[in-house]
């Protein structure tokens, strides 16, 4: 079973159509970095805040995307709502997403999503509901239960999907993470489809190796490893390394490396954050082999400006697949920048990408405005991921 299918099943969402592949590439990369920008500030904000983002990708329908935080006693409230251009030059309500999180007692949280389509006159229909009860339990074990419902065609919700996670502690550097995923059968039933078992060590060197295997039932119900990730972070507090191996069975059913990725994070004498990020695959496309070569090089620098803002660069290198033997050319460019104000935050993205002739045309201009007026007055810290590695000799 290849990659996409994998992640078709473990993941149910309301897709939005793009019309070329090339630029919704783009858009994805775009995506992870304006996430990538904000993430940490989003974290550390405690009250209520709204900003307005608008997109403007090359080729296609620009749209605009109004978000709102509000904080309250007990949980948080967000509301999402996207607008595309309509045939007469004005904004029109495309979805809606709402986020109510709420803290039920001192160790279970609850998170309820609803996304909303709009009919033809603009209503409002509710189309998917996804809730989350995340538990905390004794010896640093936890429980989270995520069920998704979609509306039939009548308006009522029908689960598709149920995801059940188990965490537990098996020593003081060892954990383990047991994940099952059912879906609908149809006929009111739910058939377990995925199971993800993950175990993470922490090590004397301040290092954590995380082993994932994911499985899928065979034609008897067997279950079945499909894909295994190995991965290694490292960080001494001022460099943080990760290192992570995909393997899938090949034509004989072995285990065969796939992919690698090998990222990197430092600082510069001049206080600029830079993060590399180089992906090898198979040297045949498609092929399971164990000759990888270096195919992509994703590079980011961010700078904190003068006037207390912020500007991060961000270069993608790829092979042609042309020329693949021609070594890798820069692709895609992005420039972030953030300005703040009296009233709050500006922050702008603009992407480049390379056409056929090899100049760079803009492909996406986005531009967000924020009312939080802390929005950049926070450390430029490296990318957050599942498994977190405790510096030395440094607070958090």
């Not at 990538?36 to 296609?60: F, G, L, R």
């Not at 039933?189 to 199971?195: L, N, S, Y």
């Not at 430029?380 to 607070?395: F, G, R």
Request: aromatic share 4%; charged share 25%; hydrophobic share 30%.
């Amino acid at each position: 079973m290849n990659s996409d299918l994998l992640e078709s099943t473990m993941r149910c969402s309301v897709p939005l159509k793009l019309t070329r592949f090339t630029v919704w590439i783009l858009l994805v990369f775009a995506a992870v970095f304006l996430r990538a920008q904000t993430s940490d500030v989003k974290a550390n904000q405690s009250e209520s805040w709204t900003k307005t983002t608008e997109s403007h990708p090359a080729n296609m329908n620009p749209t605009r995307t109004t978000q709102s935080h509000q904080k309250s006693a007990n949980g948080t409230v967000d509301h999402q709502t996207v607008e595309r251009l309509g045939p007469d030059g004005h904004y029109e309500p495309y979805y809606d997403v709402e986020t109510e999180s709420v803290q039920v007692n001192a160790t279970t949280v609850k998170t309820i999503e609803r996304t909303f389509a709009r009919d033809a006159n603009g209503q409002k229909i509710l189309t998917q509901v996804t809730e989350e009860e995340k538990q905390s339990l004794p010896a640093g074990a936890e429980k989270l239960v995520r069920t998704t419902s979609n509306a039939d065609l009548d308006g009522k919700l029908q689960v598709v999907r149920r995801e059940l996670t188990d965490t537990k502690k098996v020593n003081s550097e060892e954990q383990e993470k047991n994940t099952a995923v059912f879906l609908s059968d149809g006929q009111g039933g739910m058939t377990p489809t995925v199971q993800v078992q993950q175990r993470e060590k922490r090590s004397a060197d301040n290092s954590v190796d995380v082993q994932t295997s994911t499985l899928l039932p065979d034609g008897s119900g067997k279950w079945q490893v499909q894909e295994q990730k190995q991965s290694t972070i490292k960080d001494d507090g001022k460099e943080r390394t990760t290192d992570e191996q995909v393997l899938r069975p090949d034509i004989y059913g072995n285990m065969a490396p796939v992919s690698r990725t090998v990222g990197k994070e430092s600082e510069t004498a001049a206080g600029e954050k830079k993060n590399t990020t180089e992906t090898y695959f198979p040297s045949i496309p498609g092929s399971v082999e164990n000759n990888l070569q270096l195919s992509q090089r994703v590079t980011e620098v961010k700078r904190k400006n003068s006037d207390g803002g912020q500007t991060t660069e961000q270069h993608i290198e790829q092979r042609s697949l042309a020329d693949p033997a021609a070594g890798l050319q820069v692709t895609t460019k992005t420039l972030n920048t953030v300005q703040p104000s009296s009233s709050g935050t500006r922050e702008t993205t603009s992407i480049e990408a390379r056409d056929v002739s090899g100049n760079f045309t803009v492909v996406s201009f986005d531009t967000q405005n924020s009312d939080n007026v802390h929005a950049v007055n926070v450390e430029i810290a490296p990318k957050k991921t599942d498994v977190e590695v405790a510096p030395k000799n440094k607070e958090k």
